[in-house]
Antibody
């Protein structure tokens, strides 16, 4: 079955760029209806949606982050990625990748999740 | 953006209790709402999608209802493994938002 595995650095310096990758195994990301998302959770706090990208590469960003955010899909590697620039302490969080497959956006939830990557800005 | 407000934020209950968590949306979202359960140190787990459809493998004591702006998640008889934090999420648009969470603890 499909699985997600996130990867990236655990420590980033202030003002630097965070780069995270999520690798999909057990199936192809190059599938109609395949949506990938990044969601983060600061320590002790709730979930914040970062952005979603369709398998074809169309991205949708959280307005509060979009000036610093770039998301991409690499179908040849079965991966999707996030780059977040100008990192500050406020970006310290667990970063999750997640996915859903549906040709009717909104009719499903994110049933696939990576394990989460704790990113500390310091 | 669509705001989601969950109530209560904190709930203390006993094994066997029936509990209900409410999620209110700031705009109409039809039934484009999902519910997740999260335990400490773990990724969220999808429980309910399309407001009332039970995700495969989720126990039937979980149920969801609602449409428009008001939604509920009900656990009919709490089990020890149900003590966790619950989040609602709207997918009415591609700009997703989450509720602030409801922490369910053992009384």
């Amino acid at each position: 079955q499909l699985q997600l595995q996130g990867s990236g650095p655990g420590l980033v310096k202030p003002s630097e760029t965070l780069s995270l990758t999520c690798t999909v195994s057990g199936g192809s990301i190059n599938t109609k209806g395949f949506y990938c998302a990044w969601i983060r959770q600061p320590p002790g706090r709730g979930l914040e949606w970062i952005g979603t990208i369709y398998y074809s590469g169309t991205p949708y960003y959280n307005p509060s982050l979009e000036t610093r955010l770039t998301m991409s899909v690499d179908t040849s590697r079965n991966q999707f990625s996030l780059k977040l620039t100008s990192m500050t302490a406020a970006d310290t969080a667990v970063y999750y990748c997640a996915a859903l497959i549906s040709t009717d956006w909104g009719s499903r939830g994110f049933d696939l999740w990576g394990q989460g990557t704790m990113v500390t800005v310091s | 953006d669509i705001q989601l407000t969950q109530s209560p934020s904190f709930l203390s209950a006993t094994v066997g209790d029936r509990v209900t968590i409410t999620c209110r949306a700031s705009h109409l979202i039809s039934t484009y709402l999902a519910w997740y359960q999260q335990k400490p140190g773990k990724a969220p787990k999808l429980l309910i999608y399309a407001a009332s459809t039970l995700q495969s493998g989720v126990p039937s004591r979980f149920s969801g209802s609602g449409s428009g702006t008001e939604f509920t998640l009900t656990i009919s008889s709490l089990q020890p493994e149900d003590f966790a934090t619950y989040y609602c999420q709207q997918l009415n648009s591609y700009r997703i938002t989450f509720g602030q969470g409801t922490r369910l603890e053992i009384k």
